[in-house]
């Protein structure tokens, strides 16, 4: 999140931007905006391995993904819930 918040300070988005504005507005930002997330210190080996982790109970199964490399393969109904509510996450049907 903390690269996002420096995103939105640096070139003074509204709160009611898209992803998808950003991406077409800012393209070679977004891209070094995901590269950043999935590099060392990025949201990818930090943030996201804790979301299948619970307090009190440790790892959760099913797990929400899969990580392949730079990407996230979302499992079972997934998909459909984050679809539901794309002005916050970006899904990509593969």
């Given at each position: ?30 891209k070094s ?32 993904f899969v ?28």
């Amino acid at each position: 999140m903390r690269f996002i918040r420096e995103e939105v300070a640096a070139l003074s988005l509204a709160s009611n931007s898209t992803v998808e504005d950003y991406r077409c507005k800012h393209l070679e930002r977004y891209k070094s905006l995901a590269l950043r997330c999935c590099g060392l210190g990025g949201c990818f080996d930090e943030v996201v391995p804790r979301f299948h982790n619970v307090r009190g109970i440790g790892t959760v199964e099913p797990k929400l993904f899969v990580q392949a490399g730079n990407e996230l393969h979302l499992q079972g109904e997934v998909g459909d819930f984050l679809s539901s509510r794309h002005r916050i996450v970006e899904v990509s049907h593969d």
